[in-house]
């Protein structure tokens, strides 16, 4: 197995991919005592050197593969960086040594829920591509009455300003007076889809959580604003969807071993009020994620249920 000399360079924190290009082409940049050309290609074990000085490194296949979910808060933009100083969903993650998470997909700053990190490309690429028709379902929050007529139309498909769109299934969850609980599936992740077709209706959504990303459910002990790590048997279950062989270092290890165990033995309460909290008091019952959320395979497939009205907190709202 090979890897591009620049990726593995930039990836081990030396500069842009652009850059390290630059600097092999100046001749700095040499591979088993031979000076290198850009583009040239490095295998696990090849001496590899800057200026003289050797350089630890590895491919890309040898890096452990890992998955964070996030339970995203209303007013968190999705973006490392923003002018306005606002807070961002990048800014509660842990620290990963000579790697970055990748965010797959988006949310708005107006909506909450699952968000998956990773720290392979690929895998991130292929879960958003719309090619691989991965599931996104949503819990919405509508505002007037969805008639049998528009059910059908949304099902069916309506054309969007960027294109034909649709649902592909629309579920019943209840609720009180002109607010009805909906819960929607996608198979793809443009910009305010699923509030967009809700309006072509002229049906406004107030909430919009998103509850499933693929083989990922969002957990209901997991609080928002934080984050866990998927073990290697999700993670290999996630990657199966987008055909992506799995690797042999996936998943938790060292101190994020140690804090899953932790909350397998003591998991942590659920916030107080909230629509995943309304689930479990409706179902009486206590799922056992084991601080983790369970693929789709293993969880029951019970619509949410909220034949009453969920009291939600400031920060546990909206798309």
């Known amino acids: 197995m090979s890897e591009k000399l620049q990726k593995v360079l930039a990836r081990v924190g030396l500069g842009s991919r652009r850059y390290m290009e630059e600097v092999i082409a100046a001749g700095r940049v040499s591979v088993n005592g031979k000076v290198a050309q850009v583009g040239e290609?490095?295998?696990?074990?090849?001496?590899?050197?800057?200026?003289?000085?050797?350089?630890?490194?590895q491919l890309e296949e040898e890096?452990?593969?890992r998955v964070l979910v996030y339970?995203?808060?209303?007013?968190?933009?999705?973006?490392?960086?923003?002018?306005?100083?606002?807070?961002?969903?990048?800014?509660?993650?842990?620290?990963?040594?000579?790697?970055?998470?990748?965010?797959?997909?988006?949310?708005?700053i107006n909506s909450t829920g699952l968000l998956?990190?990773?720290?392979?490309?690929?895998?991130?690429?292929r879960l958003m591509h719309p090619s691989n028709?991965?599931?996104?379902e949503y819990a919405v929050r509508v505002m007037g009455d969805l008639t049998p007529q528009m059910r059908q139309t949304l099902i069916k498909g309506v054309e969007l300003e960027d294109g034909p769109a649709k649902f592909e299934s629309i579920s019943d969850l209840g609720g009180e007076g002109i607010n009805r609980w909906y819960q929607v599936v996608v198979k793809e992740g443009r910009n305010r889809e699923v509030r967009r077709l809700f309006e072509s209706q002229e049906l406004k959504v107030s909430r919009l959580l998103r509850t499933r990303y693929g083989s990922v459910i969002l957990p209901r002990e997991?609080?928002?604003?934080?984050?866990?790590?998927?073990?290697?048997?999700?993670?290999?279950?996630?990657?199966?969807?987008?055909?992506l062989k799995p690797r042999q270092g996936t998943g938790l290890f060292g101190l994020a071993k140690r804090r899953a165990d932790r909350?397998?033995?003591?998991?942590?309460?659920?916030?107080?009020?909230?629509?995943?909290?309304?689930?479990?008091?409706d179902?009486?019952?206590?799922?056992?994620?084991?601080?983790?959320?369970?693929?789709?395979?293993?969880?029951?497939?019970?619509?949410?249920?909220?034949?009453?009205?969920?009291?939600?907190?400031?920060?546990?709202?909206q798309r």
């Open 133 to 136: 028709e991965v599931e996104r």
């Open 222 to 243: 997991l609080r928002t604003g934080r984050w866990t790590e998927l073990d290697k048997h999700d993670i290999d279950t996630l990657t199966k969807l987008v055909e």
């Open 41 to 57: 290609r490095i295998e696990f074990g090849d001496e590899l050197r800057i200026d003289g000085r050797k350089v630890q490194f």
């Open 63 to 65: 890096i452990r593969r």
């Open 263 to 281: 909350m397998t033995e003591k998991p942590m309460a659920a916030r107080r009020g909230g629509y995943l909290r309304q689930q479990r008091r």
């Open 116 to 125: 998956l990190f990773t720290n392979d490309g690929e895998l991130a690429n």
């Open 283 to 317: 179902e009486g019952e206590t799922p056992t994620t084991n601080g983790k959320p369970a693929s789709s395979s293993e969880r029951p497939k019970k619509p949410f249920n909220v034949t009453k009205k969920p009291s939600f907190k400031k920060r546990d709202s």
């Open 71 to 108: 339970y995203k808060p209303e007013g968190e933009i999705c973006s490392r960086n923003d002018p306005e100083q606002r807070p961002t969903v990048f800014d509660n993650l842990p620290q990963i040594a000579n790697d970055r998470w990748v965010m797959v997909g988006r949310l708005d």
